[in-house]
C-alpha cells in the first residue's frame, strides 16, 4: 500500500520519505500533465494560467484549454528547494522583501527559464484568467505577467461575502460576467465555441471526485483518525484543487483514495507520514492557514513526532468547500462555476471563518487548533489573531500560534516553531489531565 | 536527603533549583551559559548542591546553642563568602594551567618566552588580590568566573602593558582562549575540604581554634550527608541539544508558568524576559498554561537588547536600570532592532543628548514590545507576575508599572521576586516533583561531562600548579 521513494534534501543528503501509493499516482498525473504542457505549442493546444481559488478548471478542459497554476508552481518549486533562488532572481528585478513570495518565486521561475517542477519548460501563456478578485495580490500578479508575456486577461469580478452569504445578486453578477465576458473571450482564445452539454459532463465528473473528497475529509471523525487533515491533505486536494477537477483521472484517483483511507479505517491504522504510518494520536488538532511548503516534511515530522494528526485545515478548503454542502451542478453550468467562485474559504469574512473552524473542532472532536500564520498571505493572516481569541472562548480549547512563511525558506526557523508547538502540545496535556499534581 | 534537580538552560544564564520530597525548594545555583550546555548544566547544578548543603550547614549551626554556635552565626557571610574566594582561587589554578597549555602552541609559541612570566605574575596577582575582592567590601559586576577574573586579568595586563612587559592585546587574547577552555570542563567541587579551608580563613588565628574545631565537626557532617539525586526536569532555551531523556524534558512555557504561579499563587499572567525570549503566558487557578506568545524572528526587546546597549556604554548590565531612573525625560527610541537601536543611541549622544534619558528611552522600547505580546497572548489579567533576568532592572520594571496601570488599571497586582530568574527552573522541579509521585521519575545517565583534574596545592600558596 505504501512506497518509501528517496528524495533529496537541500543538504544534498538521501532521505527515505513514505508515500501512499495514491500519492504515487498523482505524482505521475503531474508529470502527464506537464508533459502534455510541453508539447501543448506544437499540438496546437491553449495554455490558460489561472489561480486555485475559484478556478474555472471545467471550463478550461471543456475548452480543451489546457491549465496552468502559478501558486502550485510556487509551492513546488519551495518544497524542491528551488524557491530562495527563485525569489532572489525577483528581487533582483526590484520586487520588494514584503511581497507575497508565491508571486517571486513565480516571476523568478519565469526569469530563470519556465521550467517547471517536473523538469519540463512551461509553455508561455495563451491566456491569464483571473476568476477570483478576493485576493488582491492576485490581481497585482497578473498585471505583473501581463507585462512577461503580453498575452489576454479575462477577469471576473468575485464580491465578497461580508455577511457569510451569498444574495441572489451577486450570483447573478457573476454569471453575467462569465457569459457576457468571461466565456467569450475563452472562446476567442480557444479557437471555438463552448458546448455547455460538454461542460455539464464535466461538472458532473467533478461532483463525482468531490463525494469521494468529502468522504475522505470527513473520515478523521474516526479515531484514530485514517488521514493527516493538513500534511497529507494538501495531498488530497491536490487534483482537484489544480488542473484535473472535471477528467477521469481524478475520478479514479479520489475513488482509489477513498480505498485507501477505507483499508486504514478497517485495519484501525493512522495515516503514512514521512517517518511512517502515525498510529499512536496522542493530540487531534484543527489548523488554520497555509503550510510552510520549504521545510514541509520537517514541519510535518514536528507534529508527528509529538503524535499529533490534523484531523481538519482550512487551507485544504481554498479550493472549495464542499463538506459544507457545495457541489459542482451539472444541471446549472454558470450557476454554479458562480457558486464555486463565490464561496472560496478566503472570500469569506471573518465571522464565517471562526464559525467554520468552530465547526470543525467541535465535529472532529479537536483537542486544539493551531495557526501557522504568513505575514505575506493577506487573505488568509489578516484577523487570525482575532479568530483564535474567540474560538479560545467559544470552544474552550486553546489555540496555538506560529509565523512562517509560504515558501521563502529565510522566513522558516525551525526551533522557534518547534519550540512553540512543543510548548503547545504540553500545554494541551497538561489540559487534558486536569491540572498538574498536587504539590505543596 | 533525596532531591528532584530542575534546570533551566538559558541563552545567557543556566539556573538550577533543588527541592526536596515536600516540594520544599533547598538549593539553587545560578551560572553562565556556555558554549559547553553540558558543562552549564553541570555547574548550575553543582552550585544548587552547594546552596543545599549551606542550608544544611546553616541548620547545623542553628542547632549549636552557646558562644561558639552565636560567633559562627555572626560570621556566616564571611565563611560563605570565603567559601566563594576558594571557589575562585581553584578557578584561578585552572585558568594557570590552560594558559600554560597554550603557550605551548603554535599561535602562541613565538612569544612564549615574553608571554610566560608576565602571565604567571597576573595570575599570582590575582589570586593575592582576591581576599580583598570576596572578604572586603569590593562592588562586583557579577559573581561568574569569567567576569570577576576577567575584570581582574584585565586590570592586571593593563598595568603590565604599561610597564612595557608585553602588548595589552596579546595578553587579554590569551585570557579569552584560556577562559573557553575552562568553561568548557567541569570542575571537581569537594564541598568539605573547601570549606574547612573557607572556615580558616573567616575565624583566623589561634584565638579562634575552638570554633574552628566546633566547624569541622559541623561541615564534616554537612558533607558527608548524601544528596541524592531522585529526579530530573530540564527546560529552557537548550534543552533539545542535551542528551535527557525526552520525557525529562519540559517546555519552558510551561515551567515559567508554573514556577512563577507557584511563587505567587494568584497569578494569571505571566512576563518572562530573558535572554532572547519574550513569553507572554496565560495560567489558570492551578498555573496550567491555557495561552501564550513569544516573539518571533527577532530578538529585539529582548534581554540581549539592553546587554548590547551596555557593551556600547562599557557599562555593567546591572547599571543600566539605576541610570536610566536618573532620566529627566524619556527620549523616544525604536525598538524593532537591537543594531539599530544601537546607533540611534550612538546619535542620540553624538547629539548631546543626556545618557541617562536615552536609557530611559530604551527601557521604554523594550516594554512596549513586551507590553504588544502581552496584547496577543490575551492581555494582562490580575495577578500579574514578570520574571527572568530582566526583571532585576528597576527601570524597566518601573515602566512596565506605568503601562500597566495607562492600558489596563492600576488594581492590577504586579508581583516581582527576587529569585524571579528561577522561575524556569522551579517549574521544571515541581514537574520532576509530579513525575517522582507518579512514580515515573528521570534520571540522567548520561549526564557526565569531562572533569578537569588538576593538582591543588593544599598550602592554599602560591598558583603553581599543574593540570594532570
Known sequence: MTATPSTKAATGAEIKVHKDRSQLRQKRMIGDHFDALSRAKEEGRKVVYTFVPGNLCELIGALDMLAVLPEINALQSGMRGRSGGYIGEAEKSGHSEDVCTYVKCDIGMKKSGNVGPTGVEIPPPDLLLLSYTGCFTFLKWFELLKQEYDCPIAMLHVPYQPDGKVTPAMREYVVNQLRDKVIPKMEEVAGKKLDLDVLSEWLGRSAEAEDDLVWVWESARHTPSPIDGYFGGVYYIGPIFTSFRGTEDAVNYYRELREEVQQRIDANQGPQTPDGRLDDQKFRLVVEGPPNWTSFNDFWRMFANEGAVVVSSTYTRVGGLYDQGFRHDPGDPLGTLADYCLGCYTNLGLPSRVDLLEKYIKDYNADGFFINSVKSCNSFSAGQLLMLRQLEERTGVPGGFVESDLVDPRYFSKSNIENRLQSYLQMLQAKKAGGFGAVA | ?468
Do not use: W
Open chain 2, 1 to 468: 536527603m533525596k532531591v528532584i534537580v530542575g534546570i533551566d538552560l538559558g541563552s545567557t544564564t543556566t539556573k538550577a533549583i533543588l527541592l526536596d520530597e515536600q516540594g520544599r525548594i533547598v538549593g539553587r545555583g545560578i551560572t553562565n551559559s556556555r558554549s559547553n550546555y553540558h558543562v552549564a548544566c553541570a555547574v548550575a547544578r553543582e552550585e544548587a548542591l552547594t546552596a543545599a548543603r549551606f542550608s544544611m550547614l546553616q541548620r547545623a549551626i542553628d542547632r549549636h546553642i552557646g558562644p561558639v554556635g552565636d560567633a559562627i552565626r555572626d560570621h556566616s557571610d564571611q565563611l560563605m563568602a570565603a567559601f566563594r574566594l576558594e571557589l575562585y582561587r581553584r578557578e584561578l589554578v585552572v585558568l594557570n594551567a590552560h594558559i600554560l597549555q597554550l603557550l605551548d602552541r603554535v599561535l602562541y609559541r613565538a612569544h612564549k618566552a615574553e608571554l610566560e612570566g608576565v602571565a604567571q605574575t597576573i595570575i599570582d596577582n590575582m589570586a593575592e588580590k582576591a581576599p580583598a575582592l570576596f572578604l572586603g567590601n569590593a562592588n562586583r559586576r557579577s559573581d561568574f568566573f569569567r567576569d570577576i577574573a576577567g575584570a581582574a586579568f584585565a586590570a592586571e595586563a593593563e598595568q603590565a602593558a604599561a610597564d612595557g612587559l608585553v602588548h595589552f592585546d596579546r595578553l587579554v587574547g590569551l585570557f579569552d582562549r584560556a577562559i573557553l577552555d575552562v568553561e568548557t570542563t567541569v570542575q571537581e567541587r569537594p564541598f568539605g575540604a573547601l570549606l574547612e579551608a573557607a572556615a580558616v580563613r573567616a575565624f583566623p588565628g589561634v584565638e579562634h581554634a575552638q570554633t574552628i574545631a566546633v566547624l569541622r565537626d559541623i561541615i564534616a557532617d554537612v558533607a558527608a550527608e548524601e544528596l541524592d539525586e531522585i529526579a530530573f526536569v530540564g527546560t529552557g532555551y537548550g534543552r533539545q541539544t542535551l542528551p535527557f531523556p525526552k520525557a525529562a524534558v519540559r517546555s519552558e512555557i510551561l515551567c515559567h508558568g508554573r514556577g512563577a504561579h507557584r511563587v505567587f499563587n494568584g497569578t494569571r499572567t505571566v512576563l518572562d524576559i530573558g535572554g532572547q525570549d519574550t513569553k507572554a503566558i496565560q495560567v489558570d487557578e492551578n498555573g496550567v498554561v491555557t495561552s501564550f506568545q513569544m516573539n518571533d524572528r527577532c530578538a529585539a526587546g529582548c534581554g540581549r537588547y539592553l546587554g548590547y546597549i551596555a557593551d556600547e556604554l562599557s557599562l555593567g548590565l546591572h547599571e543600566l536600570g539605576p541610570l536610566a531612573l536618573q532620566a529627566e525625560k524619556v527620549i523616544r527610541v525604536n525598538s524593532t532592532c537591537t543594531v539599530f537601536a544601537g546607533a540611534e543611541l550612538r546619535e542620540r549622544l553624538a547629539l548631546g543628548q543626556k545618557r541617562e534619558d536615552v536609557l530611559a528611552g530604551l527601557h521604554r522600547a523594550i516594554m512596549l514590545r513586551a507590553m504588544s505580546l502581552l496584547a496577543r497572548s490575551g492581555g494582562i489579567r490580575d495577578e500579574f507576575t514578570f520574571t527572568g533576568g530582566v526583571c532585576k532592572n528597576p527601570m524597566a520594571t518601573k515602566i512596565l508599572r506605568g503601562l500597566v496601570d495607562d492600558n489596563y488599571g492600576t488594581e492590577i497586582t504586579l508581583n516581582i521576586h527576587p529569585d524571579s530568574i528561577y522561575m524556569g527552573a522551579l517549574g521544571a522541579a515541581l514537574f520532576g516533583l509530579d513525575d517522582v509521585r507518579a512514580g515515573r521519575p528521570n534520571l540522567l545517565p548520561a549526564f557526565a561531562p569531562p572533569v578537569t583534574n588538576v593538582k591543588f596545592d593544599p598550602c592554599g600558596g602560591c598558583i603553581t600548579e599543574t593540570m594532570v
